[in-house]
Nanobody, 125 residues
Framework: QVQLVESGGGSVQAGGSLRLSCAAS????????MGWFRQAPGEERKFVAG????????YYPDSVRGRFTISRDNAKNMLYLQMNGLKPEDSAVYYC??????????????????WGQGTQVAVSA
């Protein structure tokens, strides 16, 4: 069973930056694609970024492309999300996620089946 623990959320003003971290344990982290999702109040959880098991491929929706960067350190079992140019509409609970099958690309939201508890990000105007 995989365990995912996020950290790094907080409150920032528009235009600011935050770096989220996710510590993974419980299985061979380096063989699974990872991702970040977010959920704002009253909305469905949405895909924010995905990274392949190797770290060579990363995927983003248009809403965050160019502002957010996903990365991973397989030696430390860590996943990161660097968020720059934050906007009020980026405010949400952010979740770290792992795919359920090895060697994935991290580009399909439906492939993710393991979730962290979430970390709150609040961006003020």
């Amino acid at each position: 069973q995989v365990q995912l623990v996020e950290s790094g959320g907080g409150s920032v003003q528009a235009g600011g930056s935050l770096r989220l971290s996710c510590a993974a344990s419980g299985r061979t982290f380096s063989r699974y694609a990872m991702g970040w999702f977010r959920q704002a109040p009253g909305e469905e959880r949405k895909f924010v970024a995905g990274i392949s098991w190797s770290g060579r491929n990363a995927y983003y929706p248009d809403s965050v492309r160019g502002r957010f960067t996903i990365s991973r350190d397989n030696a430390k079992n860590m996943l990161y999300l660097q968020m720059n140019g934050l906007k009020p509409e980026d405010s949400a609970v952010y979740y770290c996620a792992a795919e359920t099958i090895m060697n994935g690309l991290g580009n399909r939201a439906s492939a993710f089946g393991h979730w962290g508890q979430g970390t709150q990000v609040a961006v003020s105007a």
